[in-house]
């Protein structure tokens, strides 16, 4: 039935029309940098995880041609404008191939030439002995990290034997306590709680070591009554950790080394590492990169909270990484300028339980940054596929294939000068956790939220729990002002609602206005189950297609029953 839906979806035609609309809208949690707690969104995906990665060496594709695209941000807006912006800054948005886990990760990174460093080395003793600029080849096998590893400018961190960099020390010594195993002496000291959990009542998301069987991550408990096979509970006071299953002859490890990889040194390339099993706290990052960096052709598995983390890293690339089962989110970007995202498969974040419908959790979330989202996989994660959130200004997400994500597949908030175009967003947003909803204030395939001069256009938005949702918010003041809904252009769009309560629309919350002009659409295609289904929403009034351009909306645009 999917396919036959999105066969239909691609063999509709195009037409145009264009209007102006004031719509209404109602009030979440703020939403923060990475710095504290954000706003997310909707429950699990209904999809299981993918399976990766395949260890087959591959050549990467052959490149395609580039073509350019413009965003045109204007300089600090007035806020209270309704104008159109006059003055325009481009930005490329480079078509990219999207990969899939054979075309991303340690396969193709290629050769490493330079300075070996040998499992049991201390690869940071290696490092301090030679200049800035070196390469430094991680032979294969397994690295015990057992402090953070600080590069020099312009040096490369790299592998083409697939190392492991490893964050988990073994834990052995297991004795009987009743029904379960217990060893003691490697837990730290109690320490508190930051982010915000799924489970609002046991609260241990924020937990930082993870506990693996045979490299099998085992699931966190609360209490020693609930452990059960496949789980472990964590005593802080007693400094006892409890098993529920024998492990004597197995490999029982912890996550305890913060992060593997962190520098403000500009330059460094980090490139064909598998990078696994580091305790970050929330918000942190098992790999930490820095300005002008280069990540290329990594696995980033297993970590406790974000697998990739840019902060302040104005102009990094981020390219053909594998990024998945990564406990918080996949990758993050904080105060980062004209940073490049592009064909990584991230995928199956979210592990650890963090809140999936209202904090940051999923596959990408970026804040106070700018640059280019494009060409990646971002599928199967608990949590939002692709978010820019709190003053990202310039971001431009293309051409990405965003699927089976627990909440919006795409969402733009409290930032501005935005541009989403071509991409493939489907099946996002049917996650049943605390918090989640089907209805147009809880988002959809692509969702716009209180945000300013961001265009919309030639995307291909199918299955998803809704399809394009328009949201203007209450949302205080951000460094431009006011944070308002404002010149949101909807262009040239298929968009497919075919069942449940799926629909499309704007909604406005009492406290924001949105003035006559602030939202076009023009030109978009609509799929829909029958004409007479109500697939659209405006000002809380549930409208069939005809309902929708009687009241001035997609007047010239077309309507197919599918």
Not at 44 to 67: E, M
Not at 374 to 387: E, H, P, Q
Not at 485 to 495: C, D, F, M, P, S
Request: proline share 6%; aromatic share 6%.
């Amino acid at each position: 039935m999917r396919k036959l839906l999105f066969a239909a979806v691609i063999a509709l035609g195009l037409a145009a029309g264009t209007v102006a609309v004031a719509v209404i809208s109602h009030h979440r949690n703020a939403a923060s940098s990475f710095a504290g707690p954000a706003e997310g969104h909707a429950g699990a995906p209904g999809v299981p995880p993918s399976k990766l990665p395949s260890k087959r060496p591959i050549q990467p594709p052959a490149s395609t041609p580039t073509a350019r695209s413009t965003v045109k941000p204007t300089s600090a807006p007035d806020p209270t404008s309704t104008k159109r912006p006059t003055t325009s800054t481009t930005v490329p948005v480079l078509r990219v191939p999207i990969p899939d886990s054979t075309e991303a990760g340690p396969a193709v990174a290629g050769p490493c030439r330079g300075i070996v460093i040998k499992p049991g080395q201390d690869p940071q003793a290696v490092i301090n002995a030679h200049p800035a600029g070196s390469t430094i080849c991680f032979a294969a096998g397994l690295h015990r990290i057992r402090t953070t590893i600080h590069p020099k400018a312009n040096s490369t961190l790299a592998s083409a034997a697939r190392a492991v960099l490893t964050g988990s020390v073994p834990l052995t010594a297991w004795t009987p306590a009743g029904s379960r195993w217990v060893t003691r002496g490697a837990l730290p000291p109690a320490y508190g709680m930051t982010g915000q959990c799924e489970d609002n009542k046991a609260n241990i998301c924020h937990l930082r070591e993870q506990v693996f069987v045979d490299g099998t991550h085992l699931s966190r408990v609360s209490s020693l009554a609930q452990v059960r096979a496949g789980t472990f509970y964590a005593d802080y006071a007693a400094d006892a950790i409890y098993l529920g299953s024998n492990p004597n002859g197995h490999a029982v490890e912890m996550a305890k080394t913060s992060a593997a990889i962190e520098s403000s040194a500009p330059g460094v390339t980090v490139r064909g590492l598998t990078i696994e099993h580091f305790a970050s706290a929330p918000q942190a990052g098992a790999l930490i990169a820095g300005p002008g960096w280069t990540v290329k052709a990594n696995e980033v598995r297993w970590n406790k909270s974000v697998g990739l983390m840019l902060v302040k890293a104005a102009k990094t690339r981020v390219e053909r990484n594998l990024v998945h089962h990564n406990g918080q989110l996949g990758l993050g970007q904080y105060s980062s300028a004209a940073a490049t995202i592009s064909s990584n498969v991230i995928t199956s974040n979210n592990t650890d339980g963090f809140w999936i419908a209202d904090w940051e959790s999923g596959g990408i979330k970026s804040t106070r940054s700018s640059g280019t989202v494009s060409g990646n996989l971002i599928r199967d994660n608990k949590g939002v596929g692709m978010w820019a959130d709190v003053a990202d200004d310039g971001r431009v997400i293309s051409g990405n294939k965003i699927q089976n994500n627990a909440a919006d597949g795409i969402r733009y908030e409290i930032s501005r000068n935005g541009l989403i175009e071509n991409n493939t967003v489907t099946g996002n947003g049917f996650g049943t956790g605390r918090g989640s909803g089907t209805s147009l204030w809880d988002g959809g395939g692509i969702n716009v939220n209180t945000s300013t001069n961001v265009r919309i256009r030639n995307n291909t938005v199918s299955g998803n729990v809704n399809g394009i949702s328009i949201q203007s918010r209450t949302r205080g003041d951000g460094p431009w002002g006011r944070y308002l809904l404002r010149n949101v252009q909807v262009t040239g769009n298929l968009v497919a609602m075919t069942g449940g309560t799926q629909s499309s629309g704007v909604v406005q919350n009492s406290g924001a206005e949105v003035p006559a002009g602030a939202l076009t659409f023009t030109g978009n295609r609509y799929v829909l189950d029958n004409l007479a289904a109500q697939r659209f929403a405006r000002l809380g009034a549930k409208l069939t297609a005809e309902g929708w351009r009687r009241a001035g909306l997609d007047t010239a645009s077309s309507f197919k029953a599918g």
